[in-house]
């Protein structure tokens, strides 16, 4: 019988028995032909055996270390230095991506699948389990009355994480005083937001987004990660952010 690689890959993956969610980037249509009789003739350890080498690459490739977090990074609303790093990770490379000028950038916070990064090495199997899906990055264009009403939905759901180009206040009827590379938001005005393609295509409640115009950058938001971390690293640099108050609740 024929087996796919990826079919191969994957049985790899659940039957080390991890608990931890990994995926691959990408996968070749490769087929593998397997004997019928090494799955039938009652040894435990004839699947095993074909399987075994495709595991430890794919370990080998999640266990890579590709940086270095100076501190715990963790997850919290309204602001925390994890979903700052996130946001502003992407917008980097966002900005790298695309030839247009991008004003900001923007994660779900339910996008960010795990509570913290703890400090010390950083693996590439580390970013799959803070990033799991297969989301794009895109870039959506939205005039200042949509801008608001985006920014307006993320405080309903208690903040979201932004990148550093925006700040605002949460409020119980919206966002106040929101500002994009220190400017208050002008009605008149076409803002580029990347963010991945969940949101825009109406994922998180976002369906108002859904028909905008977008740049798809072809870039998986998991692997802009990969590239920020393996860039900062490259630069002799660690993995750091700082809460500066980006998005606060209303004193």
């Known amino acids: 019988m024929k087996t796919s690689l990826f079919t191969v890959l994957l049985a790899a993956v659940l039957w080390t028995g991890c608990n931890k969610y990994y995926q691959p980037s990408q996968a070749n249509a490769e087929n593998l032909r397997v004997k019928t009789s090494a799955t039938t003739d009652g040894s435990p350890h004839a699947l095993e055996d074909i399987i075994s080498p495709y595991r430890a ?15 715990r990074l963790f997850k919290k609303k309204p602001e925390s230095n994890l979903g700052n790093w996130v946001a502003d990770a992407v917008h980097n490379q966002a900005l790298q991506l695309s030839k247009s000028p991008v004003d ?15 400090a010390g090495d950083i693996t590439v199997g580390k ?21 608001q009403r985006f920014f307006d939905h993320m405080a309903a759901d208690g903040g979201w ?22 400017q208050p938001i002008q009605t008149d005005q076409t803002y580029r937001i990347s963010m991945p393609d969940y949101i825009a295509n109406g994922g998180g409640n976002c369906d108002f987004l859904e028909d905008l115009p977008r740049e798809n ?13 393996v860039q900062r690293t490259e630069a002799g640099e660690t993995i750091s952010a700082q809460l500066d108050g980006r998005v606060r609740w209303d004193n």
Do not use: C, H, W
Request: charge should be negative.
């Open 161 to 182: 994480p932004i990148s550093k180009e925006a700040k605002y206040i949460l409020a119980e009827d919206g966002a106040l005083n929101v500002l994009i590379n220190g």
């Open 127 to 147: 970013i799959y389990e803070l990033m799991p899906f297969d989301n794009i990055l895109v870039i959506v264009e939205m005039d200042g009355i949509m801008t």
């Open 217 to 229: 950058t072809g870039r998986l938001v998991r692997d802009a990660l990969i590239d920020e971390v």
């Open 104 to 118: 900001l950038s923007i994660q779900n916070y339910g996008g960010i699948r795990i509570p913290e990064v703890t």
């Open 57 to 71: 690459t794919l370990s080998e490739r999640m266990n890579t270390v590709i940086g270095q977090a100076e501190e």
